[in-house]
């Protein structure tokens, strides 16, 4: 009886080079030497030298796992282009915000995600939520509405990457920051409120570190509505540099599947990291288990 020859495992990495700054190491070449000498099929998809759009070559090469090798901004950027399709995504974080990577555990180090994503370690592929935002985009993390956006903005204009780059753009956003008036209804509520920030949260934590949603669960099909309504230069320094939560007593957090955020003046606007100006009203609905993501299997399966 003939023997069937098992099928190789085809590969695409989708690269930013120049997420996360200068670094020491080349994702790309790090990746061609880890596969020098294995079995699996590795294809490479440059996003600062697009020769086609990642959707014909998803399509051309009809591949088993699409990596995003990027930080937050280059993961959404993949898995818009995996909704809808079968196949799971790996990320290997190399961005100076790597919230998602950190939300699922997925490793800094790159050799332990390439193990992960050729099943050289035990990996799991898991179903998580989404958020759809105004019938048209998609979140992935967090997005939010006030305080933060407005120091993504002032971020993405200083032009320095990091902590730092945070910590510097900080201090303008506290003097430029002034509290909203908000109204946030669905089918089932509807309030105002005085807010500093409105977060629509898919998950914990920013990719700071800062723990703004203790209780958020990606596969639970819903997320939260974080409003943080007093605001102490201590609460932004957590946002920055802590990982402990924000104080209860001046956040409050619904949950929900569908939400409507109205501002009575318009107001900063970002979502997963990318700021895309003001706006005066958001809409949010769940899109539950709506990605196929690739993390560490959890201690009973690694047993």
Not at 157 to 167: D, S
Not at 198 to 225: H, Q, S
Not at 237 to 259: G, N, Y
């Amino acid at each position: 009886m003939a023997q069937t020859t098992p099928m190789r495992l085809r590969l695409l990495f989708v690269i930013n080079p120049v997420s996360g700054g200068k670094k020491k190491a080349d994702p790309e070449t790090f990746i061609k030497n880890y596969f020098r000498e294995r079995a699996e099929e590795v294809h490479f998809f440059m996003l600062d030298e697009p020769q086609q759009s990642l959707t014909a070559i998803i399509k051309k090469i009809a591949p088993d796992k699409v990596i995003a090798v990027g930080g937050d901004g280059t993961v959404k950027m993949v898995a818009e282009e995996l909704l809808g399709k079968d196949i799971p995504l790996g990320i290997l974080p190399t961005g100076s915000a790597n919230g998602m990577a950190t939300e699922l555990c997925v490793p800094a180090d790159w050799e332990q995600v390439l193990h992960l994503i050729t099943n050289e370690t035990p990996a799991v592929e898991r179903n998580i939520d989404l958020i759809r935002i105004n019938k048209k985009d998609v979140c992935i993390h967090l997005s939010d509405v006030g305080l933060n956006a407005l120091l993504v903005k002032n971020f993405e204009q200083r032009g320095i990457r990091g902590k730092l780059g945070y910590a510097l753009s900080s201090f303008k956003t506290l003097w430029q920051n002034k509290r909203l008036a908000v109204r946030i209804e669905n089918k089932d509520l509807q309030l105002t409120r005085q807010a500093h920030m409105i977060v629509l949260a898919n998950a914990r934590m920013y990719g700071t570190g800062a723990c703004i949603n203790p209780d958020g669960d990606l596969t639970d099909g819903l997320f939260e509505v974080v409003i943080l309504r007093r605001l102490s230069i201590p609460e932004l320094l957590k946002m920055l540099f802590r990982h402990r939560p924000f104080d209860p007593a001046k956040t409050e957090i619904l949950k929900a599947s569908q939400v409507t955020i109205h501002t009575r003046k318009r107001a900063h606007f970002q979502i997963d990291g990318e700021y895309r100006g003001k706006i005066n009203e958001v809409t949010a609905s769940i899109l539950p288990k709506a990605l196929k993501v690739i993390v560490p299997a959890p201690p009973a399966e690694n047993s």
